[in-house]
T-cell receptor, first 111, second 113 residues
Framework: QQKVQQSPESLTVSEGAMASLNCTFSDRSSDNFRWYRQHSGKGLEVLVSIFSDGEKEEGSFTAHLNRASLHVFLHIREPQPSDSALYLCAVSRGTGSKLSFGKGAKLTVSP | DMKVTQMPRYLIKRMGENVLLECGQDMSHETMYWYRQDPGLGLQLIYISYDVDSNSEGDIPKGYRVSRKKREHFSLILDSAKTNQTSVYFC????????????FGPGTRLLVL
């Protein structure tokens, strides 16, 4: 069964400083990776999806996938206090419908 | 604007009572999901529905059942709720499979006393 782990569990950065989050997955055949953001008490919103090795940028969010090393990263450029939230990595494989989520990383952006 | 709605948003029930959580989507998505989210455990998949009356167990289906009689509605039912079912429940929908983006509702906070 797919294992998805995120690190760090929590991160505090200053406003405007780059924030980087890491997600490690266990199934090398995985081919579908998404980063979601969840503000406190709210639902999940998708930030960026990536399906092949390399980088994918969506606004201030960049996902970086390296399947050989079983890592997918999220970089947040010039984060604002409003970006303070829980960030979740989600991974799936093939045409099956099950998405495996990490436990999340809590990002705090201080003014 | 794509939208997934959940009702109610907050619910308090006593142990042994029945619980009905409702989810709706206005995107004609085929696939719908129910998850629960608990601190330290992350999101866990309870059930998937591939279309009307086409439901499949997720990773933690015990104690839950679902109903999907219309494509736009997906219900989660707890028969005789237990205190360990206190959680935040999220519904999601996607056009097809997990290859497509899943869109999430705002969640239902359930407290079982």
């Amino acid at each position: 069964q797919q294992k998805v782990q995120q690190s760090p569990e929590s991160l505090t950065v200053s406003e405007g400083a780059m924030a980087s989050l890491n997600c490690t997955f266990s199934d090398r055949s995985s081919d579908n990776f998404r980063w979601y953001r969840q503000h406190s008490g709210k639902g999940l919103e998708v930030l960026v999806s990536i399906f092949s090795d390399g980088e994918k940028e969506e606004g201030s969010f960049t996902a970086h996938l390296n399947r050989a090393s079983l890592h997918v990263f999220l970089h947040i450029r010039e984060p604002q206090p409003s970006d303070s939230a829980l960030y979740l990595c989600a991974v799936s494989r093939g045409t099956g419908s099950k998405l495996s989520f990490g436990k999340g990383a809590k990002l705090t952006v201080s003014p | 604007d794509m939208k997934v709605t959940q009702m109610p948003r907050y619910l308090i029930k006593r142990m042994g009572e029945n619980v009905l959580l409702e989810c709706g989507q206005d995107m004609s998505h085929e696939t719908m999901y129910w998850y629960r989210q608990d601190p330290g455990l992350g999101l866990q998949l309870i059930y998937i529905s591939y279309d009307v009356d086409s439901n499949s167990e997720g990773d933690i289906p015990k104690g839950y059942r679902v109903s999907r009689k219309k494509r736009e509605h997906f219900s989660l039912i707890l028969d005789s709720a237990k205190t360990n079912q206190t959680s935040v429940y999220f519904c999601a929908s996607s056009p097809g499979t997990a290859q497509d983006t899943q869109y999430f509702g705002p969640g239902t906070r359930l407290l079982v006393l």
